[in-house]
């Protein structure tokens, strides 16, 4: 019987050693129910306001968690699209593309503003908007790029493509959430991600 694997986990403390107790006795008491942390996925990283914006990063959910700095010049969290999470989005966007291309327009495009809303709803947090745009322009190139391969004729040109868009009222890139993050001065953080199951 192969047991559940445990829900992704980020624990947040003010001093190293604390962090470092902590993950002691993680591991220990994961074994008692023969579990494993993923050693490649687990990690103990200063994540303090006082490093220079941008040195220390971490992917979670999804999200790069990194410290920037406002247009004031004060400190805070920032989340945008990790990198592999943007890349296998568009990979998945184009295999979708792909396998839908000769799908009726007036059935494709709902199908397409479903999951662009969908995207846009859990990617659309403050300071994301780049990640945001760079999706919404890589997804319409090769949306583009499948929709004239529909038959051997080119079927449109980029205003043409536009056009079409309107049309069908497709969702633009666009900020769903505004939450404000606070954190602490400094803080010690244990990412532990996917612990491996055994068999029983």
């Not at 999951?115 to 994301?128: A, D, E, F």
């Not at 949306?143 to 497709?170: A, I, P, T």
Request: charged share 30%.
């Amino acid at each position: 019987m192969r047991l559940p694997r445990a829900t992704h986990l980020i624990c947040a403390f003010e001093y190293e050693r604390d962090a470092q107790s902590f993950f002691k006795a993680l591991e220990f008491r994961l074994e008692k129910f023969g579990l494993q942390l993923a050693a490649d996925k687990t990690r103990v990283i200063h994540f303090s306001r006082s490093n220079k914006p941008g040195s220390t990063r971490f992917d979670f959910l999804g999200f790069e968690f990194r410290w920037d700095t406002d247009r004031a010049g004060k400190p805070h969290v920032v989340r945008r699209t990790s990198r592999k999470k943007l890349r296998n989005s568009i990979a998945n966007f184009t295999q979708w593309c792909k396998q839908n291309r000769n799908v009726r327009l007036n059935l494709l495009f709902p199908q397409l503003n479903r999951k662009l809303r969908g995207y846009y709803n859990y990617y659309g947090v403050k300071g994301n908007s780049v990640g945001l745009q760079e999706f919404h322009s890589r997804a319409m190139e090769i949306l583009l790029k499948w929709l004239n391969r529909r038959s051997q004729r080119r079927s449109f040109n980029w205003q043409g493509f536009k056009d079409l868009l309107d049309h069908f009222n497709v969702p633009r890139p666009r900020i769903t959430d505004k939450p404000r993050l606070k954190t602490s001065a400094g803080v010690w953080q244990r990412v532990a991600t996917r612990p491996s199951a055994s068999r029983a």
